[in-house]
Nanobody
Framework: QVQLVESGGGLVQPGGSLRLSCEAS????????MNWYRQAPGEERELAAA????????NYADTVKGRFTISRDNAKNTVYLQMNSLKPEDTAVYYC????????????WGQGTQVTVSS
């Protein structure tokens, strides 16, 4: 059974850091592009970061570039999102998502983890 389980969300002050983790199971993790999406209430879902399979090529939204780092450990079937210099506008539910490289569509979604940046 496919699972994407996020963890690491929480409340952090502006300027602080947080690391999200997403542990995957039930599919060939290393073959998939892994993504972190985020969605704030009333806002459109945004792709924050993505990382390709075995090559580990990364891509970031302009809004997070320079502050966030996506990485993966294929041996652990885990993708991470290191978030530094957090801003209140980073507040959102963050979702881990898996996309086959041959597809334009996300195939698997995690349950989401809340990140709140507030003083």
């Amino acid at each position: 059974q496919v699972q994407l389980v996020e963890s690491g969300g929480g409340l952090v002050q502006p300027g602080g850091s947080l690391r999200l983790s997403c542990e995957a199971s039930g599919f060939t993790f290393s073959s998939y592009v892994m993504n972190w999406y985020r969605q704030a209430p009333g806002e459109e879902r945004e792709l924050a970061a993505a990382i390709s399979g075995t090559t580990g090529v990364t891509n970031y939204a302009d809004t997070v570039k320079g502050r966030f780092t996506i990485s993966r450990d294929n041996a652990k079937n885990t993708v991470y999102l290191q978030m530094n210099s957090l801003k209140p506008e980073d507040t959102a539910v963050y979702y881990c998502a898996a996309r086959p490289p041959w597809s334009s569509y996300v195939k698997y979604w995690g349950q989401g983890t809340q990140v709140t940046v507030s003083s």
